[in-house]
């Protein structure tokens, strides 16, 4: 079982930065592939960007790449995302993820379904 617990959101201005953590409990985070998807009001939830085990393989969605960085720390059981030039759809309810199933092509990434544990989600608000 791995518990997930997200923290940073909060409320920016159109161009700023936002850092969002995500504390994973279990001593086996090193192992789980993460991701970061996120949930805009009526609509469904999206892939933002994963990372593999090792950190070594990265993975985003085209409306974030080049903005937004993700990254890990294993010693610390924690995955961050980096957002940078925020834009006003970037609004939504950010959610981490995690999956201890072995990912068989980039497309895999971006399917909610192959994450097994989902923490409860930070708001994240971009005003224009």
């Given amino acids: ?22 504390a994973a409990s279990g001593r086996t985070f ?11 009001p009526g609509k469904e939830r ?25 990254s890990r720390d294993n010693a ?13 759809e970037d609004t939504a309810v950010y959610y981490c993820s995690a999956s201890g199933r072995r990912f068989d092509g980039a497309s895999s990434y971006r399917r909610n379904q192959n994450y097994g544990y989902w923490g409860q989600g930070t708001q994240v608000t971009v005003s224009s």
């Fill in 30 to 40: 090193s192992t789980y592939t993460m991701g970061w998807f996120r949930q805009a």
């Fill in 76 to 88: 610390k059981n924690t995955v961050y995302l980096q957002m940078n030039s925020l834009k006003p």
């Fill in 1 to 22: 079982q791995v518990q997930l617990v997200e923290s940073g959101g909060g409320l920016v201005q159109a161009g700023g930065s936002l850092s969002l953590s995500c």
């Fill in 46 to 70: 999206e892939f933002v960007a994963a990372i593999s085990p090792s950190g070594i393989n990265l993975y985003y969605a085209d409306s974030v790449k080049g903005r937004f960085t993700i």
